[in-house]
Nanobody, 123 residues
Framework: QVQLVESGGGLVQAGGSLRLSCAAS????????MGWFRQAPGKEREFVVS????????YYVDSVKGRFTISRDNARNTVYLQMNSLKPEDTATYYC????????????????WGQGTQVTVSS
């Protein structure tokens, strides 16, 4: 069983930045693919970004390209999401996800989900 704990959410003005963190349990974190989803009120959960086990491959949804950056620190069992130039439409609950297979990206292949952290961007 892998537990994921997100942190770093909060309230920020448009144009500002936040860094989300996701701490994962498990001895083989370095073999997991990791990612982030988000869900805004009244909307479906949306894939945002993923990073493969080595960190050598990332995939971003078009709406966050150039603004968000995913990274991982395998020594700390942690994945980060640096979010810059935030927009009101980025307001959502952000969920950390993990794939023990190491290469998941997109939808339908994630094994574990965190509880989420709220990000609110004011205009």
């Amino acid at each position: 069983q892998v537990q994921l704990v997100e942190s770093g959410g909060g309230l920020v003005q448009a144009g500002g930045s936040l860094r989300l963190s996701c701490a994962a349990s498990g001895r083989t974190f370095s073999s997991y693919a990791m990612g982030w989803f988000r869900q805004a009120p009244g909307k479906e959960r949306e894939f945002v970004v993923s990073i493969n086990w080595s960190g050598g491959s990332t995939y971003y949804v078009d709406s966050v390209k150039g603004r968000f950056t995913i990274s991982r620190d395998n020594a700390r069992n942690t994945v980060y999401l640096q979010m810059n130039s935030l927009k009101p439409e980025d307001t959502a609950t952000y969920y950390c996800v993990a794939d023990i297979g190491g290469s998941c990206s997109g939808y339908g292949c994630w094994d574990y989900w965190g509880q989420g952290t709220q990000v609110t961007v004011s205009s």
